[in-house]
């Protein structure tokens, strides 16, 4: 089966289609490499034995993608290509709208034109804004806090939309907790540009001698220790969810909603120590003030996606942290080595 993976040289696209190739599956990889680099396809070649077909080109670009979705036959589509910075979401707006909700258009348009009805879309927590008790189930109230959890969430709209017309279709809208961990090889991981704004990243900068210390951003929440608390998902476990889903659903009509996360909460501090026991190294940091926007917890209940899937998330934080030490360690300036 030929699948068109959208931002496939992505962090989690590219551990996607490692998977996928295990799994039999043929990824054709598509990406204009705003947040990655070519060299994602020689790794995923080093592990795999194969050299999946890439497309350097725009989702945006619909001419490109009916040619590609004609050419490689492809039967259905994983759509992770997208802009995902939240702070650069607040100073261009417009960016985040046009990239992730037009190019979403574009993609579906270009899907009807080709006759595919399975489309896998990556979506995420954010979409649940702040919630009110958790663990979270899909059938939480959502809502946004910033452009681009509101693009994530136009974007679920326009296709429950698109469904609603458009019956035939089997469209899954996959909503990820906190994806961390690399491939347990060491050669493909999180390739963060410039400043990391996610904690696993920044942790890991900073116990490779990158960076001097990490602000912990609030020590003051409800929660056991103060720091805040989510639901941190091997990116290992959520390629899988991307095959199960693919699997499971991705031949049944309908618009299907899962959370992936383990339905585990770790705080900051947690997170920090778990760092510090895989790498052997110390972890500089300090208290800071909450930043804003950020909530006290949140985390998944998973339990739809193990009753309808059978999948649940089967790596721990230790494990989390082992796999993103090694590629750190390997390649402490990702993917420019
Ligand atoms: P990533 O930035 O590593 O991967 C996205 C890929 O899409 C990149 O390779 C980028 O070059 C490509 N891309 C962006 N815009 C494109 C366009 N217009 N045309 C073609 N390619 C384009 O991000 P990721 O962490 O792998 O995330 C994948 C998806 O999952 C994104 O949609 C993201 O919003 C969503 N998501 C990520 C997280 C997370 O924490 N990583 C959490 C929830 C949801
Ligand atoms: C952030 C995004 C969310 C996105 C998710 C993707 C914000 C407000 N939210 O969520 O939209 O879907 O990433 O994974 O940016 N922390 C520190 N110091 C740091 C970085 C983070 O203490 O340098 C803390 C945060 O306060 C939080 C936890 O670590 O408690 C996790 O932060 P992060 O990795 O940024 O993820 P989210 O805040 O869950």
């Not at 194969?50 to 994983?78: F, Q, W």
Request: hydrophobic fraction near 35%; proline fraction near 5%; aromatic fraction near 8%.
């Amino acid at each position: 089966m030929n699948v068109l993976v959208t931002g496939g040289t992505g962090y989690i696209g590219s551990h996607t289609c490692l998977q996928m190739l295990e799994m039999g599956y043929t990824p054709v990889l598509l990406d204009n490499f705003s947040n990655s680099k070519a060299s994602v396809l020689d790794r995923i070649e080093e592990v795999s034995g194969t050299r999946p077909v890439l497309i350097t080109g725009d989702i945006l670009d619909k001419n490109l993608l009916v040619e590609t979705m004609k050419r490689y036959g492809i039967s259905a589509v994983i759509h992770f290509a997208g802009l995902k910075s939240v702070g650069e979401s607040v100073s261009e707006p417009l960016k985040y709208y046009s990239n992730n909700v037009s190019g979403t258009l574009c993609l579906v348009e270009a899907m009807s034109e080709c006759n595919i009805k399975t489309l896998i879309f990556s979506s995420s927590a954010t979409v649940y804004g702040d919630p009110s008790t958790v663990p979270i189930n899909e059938g939480f109230p959502t809502s946004a806090t910033n452009p681009y959890g509101r693009s994530k969430l136009m974007v679920e709209e326009c296709l429950n939309d698109f469904y609603k017309a458009n019956p035939d279709w089997s469209i899954t809208l996959l909503r990820y907790f906190n994806p961390v961990g690399a491939h347990p090889s060491g050669k493909l991981g999180e390739d963060p540009n410039g400043i990391p704004n996610n904690l696993m990243p920044f942790i890991s900068q900073v116990a490779v001698g990158k960076r001097e210390c990490l602000n912990v951003f609030g020590g003051d929440y409800p929660t056991p220790d103060g720091t805040g608390v989510r639901d941190y998902i091997h990116v290992m476990d959520l390629a899988r969810g991307h095959i199960a889903a693919l699997n499971k659903v991705g031949h049944s009509k309908g618009i299907h909603i899962y959370n992936l996360g383990t339905g585990r909460g770790s705080s900051v501090l947690e997170m920090i120590e778990a760092f510090e026991k895989a790498s052997n190294k110390k972890v500089a940091y300090k208290m800071v003030d909450r930043r804003p926007g950020d909530v006290a917890e949140c985390w998944a209940d998973p339990q739809k996606a193990q009753k309808e899937l059978g999948w649940y998330a089967q790596l721990e934080v230790e494990q989390m942290a082992i796999d993103t030490w090694r590629w750190q360690s390997n390649n402490p300036n990702g993917y420019h080595d």
